[in-house]
């Protein structure tokens, strides 16, 4: 004997379904501004020379790579100390973070951008990668990577 669905049981499980979809894209797009917040908040320490708020949001295992290190940094404490030789001197006058991705996955989140510096009369640009996870304490960085962009094209 065959069973028939009413309808109504159709329609609550579509709604159902999409109310989930639309609620995940709701998380996805504030943990994105979240991400992108504390990416601005950090630049704009670098642009005052201050290291502190790039700091607040390291985690105790960061691994860091940059064009100025010969090798990864492992560690808060390390990155922390090749971070605070710049304290006291802001890096560039304006910046901008060009073409910025967030991808989500789960409690893990990569943001790529081009920082795109100003300093006097000279502008810099420089790729990032930022892995952030979501932890008890809020996003923080897991791992950051930085290189020398090519100039842009004009």
Same mark, same amino acid.
């Given at each position: 004997?065959?069973?028939?669905?009413?309808?109504?049981?159709?329609?609550? $499980?579509?709604?159902?379904?999409?109310?989930?979809?639309? $609620?995940?894209?709701?998380? *996805?797009?504030? *943990?994105?501004?979240?991400?992108? $917040?504390?990416?601005?908040?950090?630049?704009?320490?670098?642009?005052?020379?201050?290291?502190?708020p790039f700091l607040s949001t390291v985690d105790p295992d960061i691994t860091y790579f940059h064009a100025i290190t010969d090798k990864r940094v492992d560690g808060r404490e390390?990155?922390?100390?090749?971070?605070?030789? @710049?304290?006291?001197?802001?890096?560039?006058?304006? @910046?901008?973070?060009?073409?910025?991705?967030?991808?989500?996955?789960?409690?893990?989140?990569?943001?790529? @951008?081009?920082?795109?510096?100003?300093?006097?009369?000279?502008?810099?640009?420089?790729?990032?990668?930022?892995?952030?996870?979501?932890?008890?304490?809020?996003?923080?960085?897991?791992? *950051?990577?930085? *290189?020398?962009?090519?100039? $842009?094209?004009?």
């Amino acid at each position: 004997m065959k069973m028939a669905i009413p309808g109504c049981a159709i329609v609550c $499980a579509i709604i159902c379904a999409m109310c989930g979809a639309l $609620a995940a894209g709701d998380s *996805s797009d504030t *943990s994105t501004r979240e991400i992108l $917040a504390l990416e601005r908040k950090a630049m704009d320490g670098w642009r005052t020379g201050n290291p502190d708020p790039f700091l607040s949001t390291v985690d105790p295992d960061i691994t860091y790579f940059h064009a100025i290190t010969d090798k990864r940094v492992d560690g808060r404490e390390a990155v922390a100390a090749l971070v605070e030789s @710049y304290r006291g001197r802001a890096l560039f006058d304006s @910046y901008e973070m060009a073409d910025p991705k967030v991808q989500l996955s789960g409690d893990t989140a990569v943001l790529t @951008y081009i920082l795109v510096w100003r300093a006097g009369t000279t502008t810099g640009r420089w790729n990032g990668t930022i892995v952030y996870q979501r932890k008890r304490e809020g996003w923080r960085v897991i791992h *950051s990577h930085w *290189s020398l962009a090519k100039a $842009a094209e004009r």
